[in-house]
């Protein structure tokens, strides 16, 4: 009776924590058989507490080297489980690992292109999605659903292209569209030495969280827009780390 008398509040609460965990553990399990193991080791373990509180030196060591390889028996037992879990656990690593990359990439895609445009004085406006898709606020448009290339952005924004004069649409790192017009933002306190295709930036980013990127066919200027606000005459080093701090969480949209 003496166990009893020396047990404390903090013994105590180490045996909710322990019975709470099996309750758990059952609610979990779903298999005959796993439900059949767990109830032998709560008998094991009784018989091992009963064994003890009785003086049973014989049953009490045959019980405890039992259960001292219960890790192992139960590793065996459930070896495709676990070999399961395992697998699951490290494809989803596996694919934020992915996805980040694929974010990494589409940045530095981006910065080639707006850096060769910049150099050719050609006007461009790229549109990337983000939360709140676009497809309800841009009008016209040519479905192009391609891995987004600096090569690619600048053969769309060549002078002669059919399909320069517009705005290029890229939805979870694929560029989807091309040509697109966007609405014009009716905001008074906009600077009238602002062209079209700023208007046309802020007027998106004032419905959307999109993140859009122009490029100033008269000054080659970078300029990055979002919020309806407008960060001017960026250089490319700024541009990537803009663009890194705005798109670091959409890989996780992007792997659904």
Not at 2 to 24: G, K, M, T
Not at 209 to 218: G, R
Request: hydrophobic residues 50%; charged residues 20%; neutral net charge.
């Amino acid at each position: 009776m003496s166990l009893f008398h020396d047990l404390q509040w903090l013994d105590l609460l180490d045996i909710a924590i322990v019975a709470f965990l099996i309750y758990r553990l059952v609610l979990l399990i779903k298999n005959a058989m796993a439900v059949r193991i767990l109830l032998g080791i709560v008998i094991a373990l009784i018989v091992f507490t009963g064994a003890q509180l009785l003086g049973l030196s014989t049953l009490s060591w045959i019980v405890g080297n039992l259960l001292g390889s219960l890790v192992v028996v139960l590793a065996i037992i459930f070896q495709h489980d676990i070999r399961r879990v395992l697998l699951t656990i490290g494809r989803k690593g596996l694919n934020r690992s992915r996805g980040a990359a694929e974010v990494t990439e589409l940045i530095e895609e981006l910065a080639d292109a707006v850096e060769s445009l910049v150099n050719k004085k050609i006007g461009a406006l790229l549109v990337i999605e983000r939360d709140t898709g676009v497809d309800d606020f841009i009008e016209v448009g040519t479905e192009i659903d391609a891995k987004v290339t600096s090569e690619l952005i600048n053969s769309i924004f060549l002078p002669y292209s059919p399909i320069h004069d517009g705005a290029v649409i890229i939805q979870k790192g694929k560029l989807t569209k091309a040509g697109c017009f966007l609405p014009l933002s009716a905001n008074p306190e906009i600077s009238k030495a602002l062209g079209t295709r700023h208007r046309a930036a802020i007027g998106l980013t004032e419905q959307v969280d999109a993140v859009v990127l122009v490029v100033s066919e008269e000054t080659g200027r970078i300029s990055l827009v979002v919020g309806g606000r407008i960060t001017p005459e960026l250089d490319l080093v700024s541009l990537r780390k803009l663009l890194k701090k705005l798109l670091e969480s959409q890989h996780q949209r992007w792997l659904k």
